[in-house]
């Protein structure tokens, strides 16, 4: 695809800048940190020529989307602190419902991880206002329920069990 960049279309860039994200993610599961990073530029390079946030051919490429996949990277990468630094510091208002629902599992998963339990909770009860199925229906959103009901002595918090009643993670009332 790089012949073709010089004179890229904004729909060719936002193609070619999603498929470096997808590949950065891949690096990252896999544990390869240098991959990773050479992905992640390599997408901010293209997201910066675009120079704003679009939805292209529905792949919600721009300069946002390369920052919320940084804190994922950082996420898989084991680069917690990272992560729960930079990721409360993006906004995606402008971005689809799906990402920024993701962005903000993510952001739970490292503050949670930090040990910021109270913080990663009020993120997913915002997310689940904004996009209650996607938080629902997500594997994370019950990792984390589970892992905070795991890690309390005695009854979790109104707000945890109310959680965990909309996720179907308990039964009962």
Known sequence: MQPELGDASDEYLSVYGTLFLTGAMAAARAEDR????????????????????????????????????????????????????????????????????????????????????????????????????QVRHHYMSRELVIGWIRGTRGRPSHPVADLARRLRIVAGG
């Not at 990773?36 to 390599?42: G, K």
């Not at 920052?67 to 971005?95: F, Y």
């Not at 920024?100 to 599992?105: M, Y």
């Open 34 to 133: 240098s991959t990773t990073q050479t992905f992640l530029r390599e997408a901010d390079e293209t997201a910066q020529r675009l120079a704003a946030d679009a939805n292209h051919l529905w792949t919600a490429f721009g300069p946002t989307n390369v920052a919320i996949h940084c804190v994922a990277a950082a996420g898989e990468l084991g680069d917690i602190q990272i992560a729960a630094d930079l990721g409360p510091r993006i906004d995606t208002s402008g971005m689809p419902l799906e990402r920024r629902a993701r962005h903000s599992l993510e952001v739970a998963r490292a503050l949670s991880a930090w040990n910021r339990t109270d913080e990663a909770l009020a993120v997913l009860l915002e997310a689940e206002q904004v996009a209650p199925e």
